[in-house]
């Protein structure tokens, strides 16, 4: 990558619970410039360790150390600082993860949480491209996010994913993860995100609701069966949309500085 930084090419870094996914980003665009790269995220999860995975993802893009580097987190990031800790080490709390990967690349970075990077990512150029009132985005992975949008404006860190019925948090219960990790049949898994999804959508009332996360590729398998009073859609950037999200906003930031 020989290319002068100018904002038209950054880096997008999705963190997960069990792998952080890279590639460069044509900003005008919204596409990722080539493959991307994949790394396992350390266990524990912890920052010093997952700080030196980010570096390790820059290095193998080989990119200059002005290009903008954007990075989807999988928690509350409030000014750079992270909030809650559910599906990574909680000694990341209270750390200002800006600070942390910047000083790991020795260049600008913006963290934000991943859900968020995403919507952002869909809004602009994906199943959301202009939807207008309010839209919820919402990621099935190892956890669920959620992104909340009016007019394509994002409110940052809505944590609708822990959202509770009866009691029990619906994150680890309707994720995509817990299909696997307690061998739900989709009939069983589809109930519980029916649940979910109803529960949503009465505390929120949206227009639209984008499905994203690794399972939006099996989407034909639920979505069809869901009863809801918005339109629901699958996520049209799949796994991508974290990493182009957050390179866009990385860009974003570098331009306006
Ligand atoms: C976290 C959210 C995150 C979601 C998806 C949840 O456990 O609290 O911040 O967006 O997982 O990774």
Redesign the pocket.
């Known amino acids: 990558m020989t290319t002068m930084p100018d904002g038209s090419v950054a880096l997008g870094i999705d963190i997960?619970?069990t792998g952080i996914k890279g590639g460069l980003v044509d900003v005008p665009a919204g596409t990722l410039l080539g493959d991307r790269h994949y790394i396992p995220t350390p266990q524990p999860p912890m920052p010093e360790a997952i700080a030196e995975a980010v570096r390790q993802m820059r290095d193998h893009f080989a990119v200059p150390s002005a290009t903008p580097v954007g990075i989807a987190f999988?928690?509350?990031v409030r000014h750079g600082v992270v909030r809650?800790a559910?599906?990574i080490d909680p000694s990341w709390i209270g750390i200002n993860a800006e600070t942390l990967f910047a000083e790991a690349l020795g260049g600008p970075v913006t963290v934000l949480?991943?859900?968020?990077a995403a919507g952002l990512a869909e809004m602009e150029r994906g199943a959301g491209r202009d939807a207008e009132g309010v839209t919820l985005v919402v990621?099935l992975?190892?956890?669920?996010?959620?992104a909340l949008f009016l007019d394509g404006r994002l409110l940052p860190?809505t944590?609708f994913?822990?959202l509770s019925i009866n009691g029990i948090d619906c994150?680890p219960w309707a994720s995509a993860a817990a299909r696997v990790r307690e061998g739900l049949s989709w009939a069983q898994w589809i109930s519980r995100l029916q649940d979910y999804l109803s529960h949503a959508e009465f505390l929120m009332w949206p227009d639209l609701i984008i499905i994203g996360g690794g399972i939006s590729h099996d989407a034909e398998q639920f979505l069809p069966l869901l009863q809801l009073d918005a339109a629901v859609v699958r996520a049209t950037l799949e796994n991508d949309a974290g990493i182009i999200g957050a390179a866009c906003e990385a860009s974003a930031l570098y331009e306006r500085a």
Do not use: K, L, V
């Not at 949480?113 to 968020?116: E, G, I, L, S, T």
């Not at 992975?141 to 959620?146: D, H, K, L, N, V």
């Open positions: 997960g619970g999988p928690a509350i809650n559910t599906n949480n991943d859900a968020d990621t992975g190892t956890g669920i996010g959620s860190n944590e994913g822990h994150c």
